[in-house]
C-alpha cells in the first residue's frame, strides 16, 4: 500500500507584518497578501506583542495566535466565498458599532 502526501493549495506564510489597520502576509515565493484586520476582531483588539506571537500549524494550512485563541485558515483568504463572509461580518460589526453610538 503506497501514501502520498497532500499538498497544500497554497503555500505557508514565511513572515506576517501588521499596519495598524490590517495583516500582511508575506510567502516565500515573493507574493504578499493584505487582509483588513477588521475581519479578525481578536486580531485587532489584540496588542502588538499578541498579534506579532503567531504559528503556523497543520503543516502551514493555519495561523494560531495562542495569546488570542485565534485560528485563519490560509486558504480561507485565498477563498472569494470566505472573504465575502468575512467582508459581510466586518460590514454588520461596524453597522451594530454605529447604531449603538447613534443611541447614545
Known amino acids: 500500500m503506497s501514501t ?4 497544500p493549495a497554497h503555500p505557508a506564510p514565511s513572515d506576517i507584518r501588521f499596519t495598524r489597520r490590517e495583516m500582511v502576509l508575506h510567502f516565500a ?7 483588513p484586520l477588521e475581519w479578525f ?11 506579532n506571537n503567531w504559528q503556523l500549524i497543520g503543516r502551514g494550512i493555519g495561523i494560531h495566535w495562542p495569546d488570542v485563541d485565534e485560528d485563519i485558515s490560509v486558504a480561507g483568504l485565498f477563498d472569494p466565498v470566505a472573504t465575502r463572509f ?9 453597522k451594530r458599532v454605529s447604531l449603538k453610538r447613534h443611541h447614545r
Open 4 to 7: 502520498s502526501r497532500v499538498k
Open 29 to 35: 515565493d515573493g507574493r504578499s497578501l493584505t487582509v
Open 41 to 51: 476582531p481578536r486580531l485587532l483588539s489584540a496588542t502588538e506583542e499578541q498579534r
Open 86 to 94: 468575512l467582508q459581510e461580518r466586518a460590514a454588520s460589526r461596524r
